[in-house]
């Protein structure tokens, strides 16, 4: 099945730095997606990208649907302690009822 | 908050025994989806819903059924727990098949 590589897997920052994480796939996706999870929490929606080399922003956080379609990265601005969460993409797939297809999160912490 | 509420948060259960989880949602999404949560693995989908009895199976439909008689519950039933499902489990529900999920809090299930 189609698969999405997120990377990395974990990052330690301190606090006021900027994030940068990666997705990307072999396959073409219509739509990608940022989630944020936070402990004991389901994951919620961060971001949304609908169009090639879009490139949208909510607060510090700034997200690229890359131009192939193929990728997509989220950056996180002056990084701050309540940022600490896991993070996921999620592409939705080109066609028929397919659900979104996740990568397997970036587990960011914050060091102050 | 979305109106979407998963029951139990917690369960205990011993192996072999039936175990059913539910996941209800207030929006009159069409879209409603089972997945888990395991360390190293990210959200894995394990059935999926498009309408009233409409279901089809995800990567990790083992063990698993799911039942949707009506708009607002979806079910999630370990016909026989193994301590292979162990895990945190997730609901979530779409308004249409290019949109954001909305995810429920989660329910921890430990089979001992």
Redesign the interface.
Known sequence: ?QQLN?SPQSMFIQEGEDVSMNCTSSSIF??W?W?KQDP??????LI?L?KAGELTSNGRLTAQFGITRKDSFLNISASIPSDVGIY?C?G?PDSG????V????TRLSVIA | DAGITQSPRHKVTETGTPVTLRCHQTENHR?M?W?RQDP????R?IH?S?GVKDT?K??VSDGYSVSRSKTEDFLLTLESATSSQTSVY?C?ISGD??????????TRLTVV
């Open positions: 099945g997120q219509n739509t997606l989630y004991g929490e389901g994951p919620v929606l949304a609908y996921f999620a939705q009822n397919t659900p979104l996740f990568g397997k999160g | 879209y989806y997945y190293g693995h990210g959200l989908l999926y498009y089809d995800g990567e997730f979530a098949r290019a949109g954001g999920y909305t995810f429920g809090s989660g």
